[in-house]
C-alpha cells in the first residue's frame, strides 16, 4: 500500500501536472483528529490551525482530544468534538496505568464505529498509543501519526517506550516535522522509511511579521539599544541558563544591550532568576510569564535566540523569522532546517554560551548585516513555511494515503468483482 510515498518531504507543489486523486475519494473524506490537549502548544496550534484551514466541501472534521479543556478554541468548521475524560499529561507511567487507558480505548473505538471516519490522525505519542489499538479495532482504513519533537525530550524507556515504538509502527504513515524527527522515526523506532514522511510546521506570516516596535518604549529601551529575546517555557532542556551566560557575556561589551526572556514557568524560572541577579544582570533583563501574544514580543527585539539542548521543529523559530529577526540557535534537530548560517543567522554548538555571544556581537556590530539576515528570515519563512503550504501537504497526504488504500483493497478482490468495483469507483 505505501510504497510510493517515502521517507521525503510532501510534495509542496501546487499539483499541475500531477494526478489528483481527490475525484475518486468520498466527498467529503471523514477525518477524525485526536491529540492529548488544546492547551497552547506548538502542536496543538499547528492542528488548531490545519482544522480552520482545510476546505469543508472536501475534508469533514471531527476532533478527539483526552480532557475537553479549551473546546472554546475548536474551529467552527469541526463537525464534533469528543472528550475522552482523561488526564493530558502525556506519556507518563500513571496514566497508562489500571482502567482508564482501557476505558479511554474502548471508548474511542465506539465513537469511530458511531462515525466511521476515512482517516484518523494522532497528534503526539500519547495520542498515537491510544489511536493504534482503536483504529484496527474499529477498522478505521487510514491511521496517520504525527510526531513532532525528538524522543530525548519525552521518551525515558519502560514499557510505555516500549509502547509508544510499537504503537507508531502501527500507523500506516507516521509525520516528523522536520527531517531530523522523520530520520529518528525510522533509526529508533524501526518506522519503515516508505512509510515516513515530513511535513514542515507553517506560520502565519500576516500575523506574525515586523511590526509596532512600541513595547520597547514600555520597558525603557530606545532605538539605541539592542535587544536580544528568546520565547519559551523555562523547561531544563531549553537551557535558559547558557542564555543568561551569553547575556553577561554581550554585556560586559555592549552597555546598550538588552535581554528579553517570556514563557510559562515549567519549574526552571527561579534558578533562571537567581542565576540572572548573580550575574548582575536584573536592570539589564525583562521576563514576561507566559507567551499569550507573542507575536507582540518579537518587533520589540533586534535578533532572536534558542539555546535549546533539543528541538523537533520550533515553531518559536518560525515565528521570529517571520517576524524579520536575524536568528541564532543551536546545532539541534529541525534548527539546521530553520537556520542557515551566514545567510538569516548563525548555528552554535549545545552548552557554548560563549559562540552564542560572539555571535551577537557580530550582530551588534553590524546593523546591515543584521537587517539583511532578518530580511532572508522573512523571505525564507514565506518560501518553505508558509501555513498554506502546511495545508496543501497534508491534504496531498490524505488523497494519496486513501488512493493507495483503496488500491491494496482493489488487489485483494477477486477477478471479476474487482472489474465491477473499479467501474464503481
Known amino acids: 500500500m505505501n510504497a510510493e510515498l517515502g521517507q521525503r518531504e510532501v510534495e509542496s507543489s501546487d499539483g499541475r501536472g500531477r494526478e489528483s486523486y481527490s475525484n475518486r475519494l468520498p466527498q467529503p473524506v471523514k477525518i477524525t483528529y485526536l491529540i492529548g490537549s488544546l492547551a497552547r502548544g506548538g502542536a496543538e496550534g499547528q492542528l488548531l490551525q490545519l482544522l480552520a484551514r482545510l476546505d469543508p466541501a472536501r475534508w469533514e472534521t471531527s476532533l478527539v482530544v483526552f480532557d475537553g479543556l479549551y473546546k472554546e478554541r475548536v474551529p467552527e468548521m469541526v463537525s464534533q468534538v469528543l472528550s475522552l475524560g482523561i488526564s493530558s499529561g502525556g506519556c507518563s507511567r500513571s496514566y497508562f496505568k489500571g482502567w482508564r487507558a482501557a476505558q479511554a480505548i474502548r471508548r474511542l473505538i465506539g465513537h469511530l464505529r ?7 490522525h494522532a497528534f503526539l505519542p500519547a495520542a498515537c498509543i491510544l489511536a493504534a489499538p482503536a483504529a484496527k479495532l474499529a477498522r478505521v482504513p487510514v491511521l496517520i501519526g504525527s510526531r513532532r519533537s525528538l524522543v530525548d525530550s519525552y521518551r525515558t524507556g519502560g514499557v510505555v517506550g516500549r509502547v509508544d515504538r510499537l504503537a507508531t509502527r502501527m500507523c500506516d504513515f507516521v509525520l516528523g516535522n522536520s527531517a531530523a524527527v522523520t530520520g529518528e522515526l525510522i533509526r529508533t523506532d524501526g518506522v519503515p522509511a516508505e512509510r515516513a514522511l515530513t511535513i514542515h510546521n507553517g506560520v502565519d506570516i500576516a500575523k506574525f511579521k515586523a511590526g509596532d516596535r512600541s ?6 529601551w530606545s532605538e539605541e539599544h539592542v535587544v536580544f529575546g528568546i520565547v519559551a517555557n523555562f523547561l531544563a532542556y531549553k537551557r535558559h541558563s547558557d542564555f543568561v551566560r551569553a547575556a553577561a557575556g554581550i554585556a560586559a561589551q ?9 514563557g510559562e514557568d515549567r519549574g526552571m524560572l527561579p534558578a ?3 542565576e540572572i541577579a548573580q550575574a548582575g544582570l536584573e536592570t539589564r533583563f525583562v521576563i514576561i510569564p507566559g507567551t499569550p501574544e507573542p507575536q507582540q514580543l518579537y518587533p520589540a527585539m533586534d535578533a532572536y535566540i534558542c539555546t535549546s539542548e533539543t528541538e523537533g521543529f520550533s515553531n518559536v ?3 521570529a523569522a517571520a517576524s524579520r529577526l536575524p536568528l541564532i540557535a543551536t546545532r539541534v534537530g529541525g534548527n539546521v532546517e530553520t537556520v542557515f548560517p551566514r545567510e538569516n543567522g548563525f548555528l552554535v554548538p549545545v552548552g557554548r554560551p560563549q559562540d ?4 551577537a556581537l557580530t550582530l551588534v556590530g553590524d546593523p546591515i548585516l543584521r537587517r ?5 528570515s522573512r523571505e525564507l519563512v514565506k518560501q518553505r513555511f508558509s501555513l498554506e503550504t502546511m495545508v496543501r501537504q ?10 493507495l488504500r483503496r488500491r491494496s483493497v482493489l488487489a485483494n478482490i477477486p477477478g471479476t468483482l474487482r472489474h465491477g468495483a473499479r467501474a464503481l469507483g
Open 372 to 376: 539583511r539576515m532578518g530580511e532572508r
Open 356 to 359: 552564542v555571544a560572539e555571535a
Open 317 to 319: 523559530l518560525l515565528e
Open 272 to 274: 533562571v532568576r537567581r
Open 254 to 262: 555592549v552597555p546598550l544591550a538588552r535581554f528579553l526572556m517570556a
Open 394 to 403: 497534508h491534504e496531498q497526504l490524505y488523497e494519496r494515503a486513501l488512493e
Open 114 to 120: 458511531c462515525i466511521r471516519p476515512n482517516i484518523l
Open 215 to 220: 513595547l520597547r518604549r514600555v520597558y525603557g
